[in-house]
Nanobody
Framework: QVQLVESGGGLMQAGGSLKLSCAAS????????MGWFRQVPGEEREFAAA????????YYADSVKGRFTISRDNAKNTVYLQMNSLKPEDTAVYYC?????????????????WGQGTQVTVSS
């Protein structure tokens, strides 16, 4: 079992930066690919970024590519999402998720464990 707790969300003006953290419990964290997804109320959850077990492979949605960076520190059981040049359309609840495999995945159905989410609001 893996339990995930996100932090770092908040209110930011457009053009600003935020860094989300996701702390994981469980000794198997370093074996799993991790991802960040986001969801606006009334809309489907969408993929933002993913990273494989050792950080050597990353994927990004086109909407965040070049602005967001996913990284991980296996010694701290933590995955991060650095968000720069924020836009109002980045406003959403951001969820951290863990797969049951080492690879990075963009498909949310490949993820077995989810955090509770953290709200990110970007004002114009």
């Amino acid at each position: 079992q893996v339990q995930l707790v996100e932090s770092g969300g908040g209110l930011m003006q457009a053009g600003g930066s935020l860094k989300l953290s996701c702390a994981a419990s469980g000794r198997t964290f370093s074996n799993y690919g991790m991802g960040w997804f986001r969801q606006v109320p009334g809309e489907e959850r969408e993929f933002a970024a993913a990273i494989n077990w050792n950080g050597g492979v990353t994927y990004y949605a086109d909407s965040v590519k070049g602005r967001f960076t996913i990284s991980r520190d296996n010694a701290k059981n933590t995955v991060y999402l650095q968000m720069n040049s924020l836009k109002p359309e980045d406003t959403a609840v951001y969820y951290c998720a863990a797969t049951g495999v080492a690879a990075a995945r963009s498909n949310e159905h490949k993820y077995n464990y989810w955090g509770q989410g953290t709200q990110v609001t970007v004002s114009s």
